[in-house]
């Protein structure tokens, strides 16, 4: 009948011959008569093919399906394998086929326009979305949109959209004429689902009829009942009489960054209604590494979207005492390491001591002589073990003491007496004279020898009898000389001060490293005072103090951050 309308089908081939002429079609001209298949309106005045789309694969069977919009009806016909549209047992090649033959028909109160949505729930059926910017239900010609979810089940006979679409995105306000446009937006945010785009192109959020348009993303769970666009993201017309949203597509993935992009016209922008079409990167990817950072219309949630290794806040740890041991005190940074003064973990049982890190084991000594018992411990989170208790477990018995006396005798030599008055004597240094070592206790097992003239300095294990580590001081004597250990830059150093009869004084330091179980690096110092007294040395923090014999202090060294001997 007159203006009942129609759509044709034209199948694609392999050699791009689509009327069959024996040539590619590239300059050709194809009359729709020779169209694989026409499909026409029902009735006069039904303008079949006011609208027509792919509504991709509603029914997942893996073969794309058709929509035909007329004036109030939009037809759905599932493609097939055979190109036998209408059962008719023949290929339709030419064939005229009646629209009410379709295997679907959803019905409105007004012009349907439909088209494809995509897959918005992603369980791999696409949808259908059909538009009516005259709906009143939202307020007279504020607009509305209809999503029907695809499905197994062939959708068949007649549908009407106002009582059973899944969903109807309804235009905010009366006039705004929402469903102006509509249309995939493809996966904006890169998150599996697809999204609809719908335009309103006379809302009057941006100026009177400036129109706008809106963005509804896809998601696992199917969208149902009324939705008014005010829950949408909305993107308004520059200035009013603009018509944004006149026209609304997906642009695909215009910059290759994963996330697909939209287009929406605004075909009365400008002074001379010129129109303008927008092409918005909504979420943009600049490192690919799959999440949006910020420079995009819309917010991504990448940290730092120039790393692809970082895109969100990694949780790091106080590390106050920086031994590489963090605390329970949460930081937070967009940083694939660790900054300073954080660790990566949370196991430092004292974060004030860079000394100790975890619970230590330490051993009972009810004998006091420095050897505890095996089969008794206790672990406490400290570097040195608390009253009653050792770091040595070697104690065969621990009601009697197995040393009760150490003392140095002439020529370098340490004798050790036991509590049955057994003897044995350490060969410390080798000299000629009969001045006593300097002897300091350090720890449980260790003990500090200092030469009589301060030449040189050893680190003994009076448990396993034997010289650890030797250093050398100075080749001169120091007759007058003291043995002191302090804690420096948080570390354990043997503090050595020695004057000659002249008044030259000679300051030498030893870091001693007790879990190597050796005297480490030295660093000395030489100056000529008279007044210092070496045994009233002192130590104020990371500064040694050389004092007279009132306690005057005389001279001061700082030991710096580079562990260099200053005067100050």
């Given at each position: 009948g007159i203006w009942s309308g129609a759509a044709y089908l034209i199948y694609g081939d392999s050699d791009g011959d689509l009327n069959d002429d024996g040539q590619p079609d590239i300059t050709d001209d194809i009359d729709l008569s020779e169209a694989d298949a026409k499909f026409v309106g029902e009735e006069a005045s039904d303008y079949a093919g006011i609208s027509v789309t792919t509504s991709g694969d509603v029914n997942n069977d893996g073969y794309d399906d058709i929509l035909i919009g007329s004036a109030g009806s939009s037809y759905l016909i599932y493609g097939d394998s055979d190109g036998d549209l209408n059962d008719d047992g023949q290929?339709?090649?030419t064939d005229d086929i009646d629209l009410s033959e379709a295997a679907a028909n959803f019905i409105s109160t007004g012009f349907v326009y439909t088209y494809f949505a995509g897959d918005v729930n992603n369980d791999s059926y696409d949808e259908i979305i059909f538009r009516d910017q005259y709906d009143d239900e939202g307020g007279s010609d504020a607009g509305a949109v209809y999503l029907i979810y695809g499905q197994a089940a062939d959708y068949a006979g007649s549908i009407d959209l106002a009582t059973s679409a899944d969903a109807?995105?309804?235009?905010?306000?009366?006039?705004d004429h929402a469903g102006s446009s509509a249309s995939s937006a493809g996966d904006v945010n890169n998150d599996g689902y697809h999204d609809i785009i719908i335009g309103a192109n006379t809302n009057n959020d941006g100026g009177s009829s400036a129109g706008a348009a809106y963005l509804i993303y896809g998601q696992a769970s199917n969208y149902t009942g009324d939705i008014n666009l005010s829950e949408a993201i909305e993107f308004t017309g520059e200035?009013?009489?603009d018509w944004a949203g006149i026209a609304v597509s997906s642009a695909g993935d215009i910059n290759n960054d994963s996330f697909d992009d939209i287009l929406i016209g605004a075909s009365f922008n400008g002074v001379?209604?010129?129109g303008a079409a927008y092409l918005g990167y909504l979420y943009i990817d600049a490192d690919h590494d799959g999440v949006a950072g910020t420079d995009g219309l819309l917010d991504g949630t990448d940290c730092n979207d120039s790393d692809n290794t970082m895109a969100s806040?990694?949780?790091y740890y106080v590390d106050a005492d920086g031994d590489g041991y963090g605390s329970t005190t949460v930081g937070l940074f967009c940083s694939s390491t660790a900054p300073a003064g954080y660790a990566v973990n949370s196991s430092d049982c004292s974060d004030t001591d860079n000394?100790?890190?975890a619970d230590q084991t330490y051993y009972q000594d009810l004998d006091g002589d420095g050897l505890g018992n095996a089969l008794v411990t206790t672990s406490v989170c400290a570097s040195v073990p608390p009253a009653g208790y050792v770091t040595n477990g070697n104690d065969t018995d621990d009601t009697i003491k197995d040393i009760s006396t150490i003392t140095a005798g002439d020529n370098g030599d340490i004798t050790i007496t036991y509590v049955n008055n057994d003897t044995s004597v350490i060969d410390v240094f080798s000299y000629t004279g009969t001045d006593d070592l300097t002897l300091k206790q350090y720890q449980d097992n260790y003990y500090l020898a200092l030469h009589p003239k301060a030449k040189k300095l050893a680190l003994i294990n009076i448990n396993t009898l034997t010289v650890l580590s030797r250093k050398t001081l100075s080749k001169k004597s120091f007759p007058t000389n003291s043995l002191k250990t302090y804690t420096l830059r948080n570390k354990k150093w043997a503090v050595v001060t020695a004057k000659n009869k002249k008044g030259k004084v000679k300051l030498s330091l030893v870091k001693i490293l007790i879990t190597q179980e050796k005297l480490g690096?030295?660093?000395a110092t030489s100056l000529v005072n008279k007044k210092i007294k070496p045994a009233k040395t002192k130590r104020n923090k990371n500064t040694i103090l050389l004092r007279s014999k009132n306690n005057k202090i005389l001279n001061?060294?700082?030991?710096?951050?580079?562990?260099v001997l200053k005067e100050i």
């Open positions: 290929p339709d090649i109807k995105f309804l235009g905010e306000a009366a006039g200035a009013e009489d001379n209604d010129n806040n990694q949780t000394t100790v890190h690096k030295k660093l001061k060294y700082l030991l710096t951050k580079k562990i």
